[in-house]
């Protein structure tokens, strides 16, 4: 086997020959023969044959796949046609028990270890793993540090580990977690193991620190593309919160006696945030759940169980929630406020659409925003001191220009998808003949460009130096507006030669413009309690009018233009009413069969699928098996179900059997 680059001069994709095996070797027929027989998938999305090949070659790699990516194949494809046990280490249990449900729908051997369980359940679990039973096993971080739980492991014939979520191995990441770091030392101790590392998210400087700490051996990288074509993002200034928001809900059927196509999580910043929108959307007839820290273990296992099954589809939540989160039909998430950074944001976003289909990621945002996230991050990093972390100045830098990034990605009108990748150091190449993306407010030309943006400027970045770049913007935006209260009369600023000039606008708008010139450097927003703006040096050729900034309005947006998704696969939105009738009919049938099994709904199978049947209309065992997403076992445990509906609906009969 050729020897592999490091991983700081690694190629992004897995070479062919980097991998023992040929993609006409037998064993390659076998493993999707299996793939195809368990999961019903005739091919794989980017990327993952290049991952599965490395694993099967025991292969150490990094393989950093955006959410929806189908990272979850890669290692559990390998484990079929493997001889060993194949180890998943997975930091919540809420993640590890949907894998595991999914997996033993599929009918593959697999277990999972968690401090939730019971005695006998564990005991049954470790039956398994000693009479080398499992493919896969699931397990915490935590259990793998136990005191003797290694030995187990290497007893039940250990051949391969997968980290999922890697990122938390890293202190540059953006969810590091102390107790990651103790794989780095199993995998010392057993060097001939193959470890594969996954996350969404990762910049290389995080990817690069992945690699060192789980001791990675000459990683092959495997990186595909952050770019979420299927996904609309948009940045709006926040006006009046609970109707922006209610317009986005009304777009995806959630309202009063409305049919909502799919869920959607609204995210707020703090604890209370959640609670009064909560209760605004509650006080408007809507049927929603809020979620933060702040709530009882039991309220939030209840509402996220609620969510997870189905039986609720809208959530508001701090950022506490998401994370192990696997529901496919979330159409919608939406940002009350600024999120931490650009790899927050896109984790966060990602959880929408992760079945493919078109959804949309609206943020709200404030300039109030920077400064409520930066008084969060002094004090998390003044924690983090006390509690010994080793570079809380180096997090404290980080984390501000974290910040910085997604206030520029807000305020500026450069393409949301475009500046999304370059975060993570990649380009968007647009289509042939395309203009834009096709899939932000900017490039759908929701944005509208003011006249005169070099006069604007002008005035503002003028009024910054008559108020001695010692006030903040709101001040600054009074004084334009041609405010007269007892600050600007105290300053005597209501006589400076800038007073009233921008009267004819709003303070809203004043205030966008403010953000969107600091966004592209012209402004700089010093740090303080009291935030105050300055001029950078690139402001002298807009005053000088050498240089014209492009500056939008703020708007609120009421485009319902779709996505340019790549996938050629339909959504609910796409089939006409008699369509949509026989796919709700095929979603109860869903709901039912889940809550009978006590699993989620998605994983007796997703709406792609169902759409797929609305297609088709599948009439025999034989037609169905050939859907997408339907393997063998699925076929065999609930194909009779939904050929019923189906046959009921197709004779006219008025309510489809559930």
Known sequence: MPHATPLSSAPETLTPEASSLDPRDPNWDRLMSRVRETWGFDSLRPHQDEAIRASLADRDALVVLPTGG?????????????????????????????????????????????????????????????K????????????????????????????????????????????????????????????????????????????????????????????????????????????????????????????????????????????????????????????????????????????????????????????AFGMGIDRPDVRFVIHASLPKGLEQYSQETGRAGRDGLPSECTL????????????????????????????????????????????????????????????????????????????????????????????????????????????????????????????????????????????????QEIRSWIEQLAAKGYLHVAPGRYPTLQLTPAARPVLAGEETPILFKPKIATSTKRSRSTSSSRGRDDLDERERELFEHLRATRREMARRKDVPPYVICGDRTLVAMVEKKPQTLTSFRALHGIGARKAEDYGFAFLEVIRAFLAGEKDAPT
């Not at 949907?98 to 564990?122: F, K, P």
Request: net charge neutral; with cysteine.
């Open 70 to 130: 189908g990272k979850s194949l890669c290692y559990q494809a390998p484990a079929l046609v493997r001889e060993g046990l194949t180890v998943v280490v997975s930091p919540l249990i809420s993640l590890m028990r949907d894998q595991l449900a999914s997996l033993q729908a599929h009918g593959v051997s697999a277990g999972m270890l968690s401090s939730n369980m019971d005695r006998d359940e564990r005991s049954d679990v470790f039956s398994a793993m000693a």
């Open 364 to 507: 709200f945002f404030g300039g109030a925003d920077f400064h409520g996230w930066r008084t969060l991050i002094e004090r998390g990093v003044a924690e983090a001191k006390e509690a010994g972390h080793p570079a809380p100045d180096a997090l404290l830098e980080t984390s501000t220009l974290g910040l910085k990034h997604i206030y520029g990605y807000a305020t500026s009108g450069v393409c949301r998808h475009e500046q999304l990748v370059g975060y993570f150091g990649q380009t968007l190449k647009h289509g042939e003949g395309a203009s834009g993306c096709g899939a932000c407010d900017v490039c759908l030309g929701e944005l509208e460009a003011i006249p005169e943006p070099l006069l604007v400027a002008q005035k503002i970045l003028s009024c910054v130096v008559r108020c001695d770049q010692r006030y903040g913007a709101g001040h600054v935006a009074e004084v334009l507006r041609g405010g007269k209260g007892e600050k600007i009369r105290r300053a005597r600023h209501d006589q400076l030669s800038t007073h009233g000039l921008l009267k004819a606008n709003s303070v």
């Open 132 to 319: 080398r039973e499992l493919s896969l096993l699931f397990v915490s971080p935590e259990r793998i540090a136990l005191p003797g739980f290694a030995g187990r492991l290497d007893e039940a014939g250990i051949t391969s580990m997968a980290v999922d979520e890697a990122h938390c191995i890293s202190h540059w990441g953006h969810d590091f977690r102390p107790e990651y770091r103790q794989l780095g030392e199993f995998r010392r101790c057993r060097p001939e193991i193959g470890v594969q590392a996954y996350t969404a998210t990762a910049t290389p400087r995080v990817r690069e620190d992945i690699a060192r700490q789980l001791g990675l051996r000459d990683p092959i990288s495997i990186v595909g593309s952050f770019d979420r074509p299927n996904l609309t993002y948009r940045a709006i200034q926040r006006v009046k919160l609970i109707d922006q928001v209610l317009e986005v809900l009304e777009r995806h059927g959630h309202q009063p006696g409305g049919s909502a196509n799919g869920a959607g999580i609204i995210y707020c910043l703090r604890r209370k945030d959640v609670d009064k929108l909560n209760e605004q959307l509650q006080a408007k007839g809507l049927r929603c759940a809020g979620y933060h820290a702040g709530l009882s273990g039991g309220e939030r296992r209840r509402v996220q169980e609620a969510f997870r099954t189905e039986r609720l589809d809208l959530i508001v939540a701090t950022v």
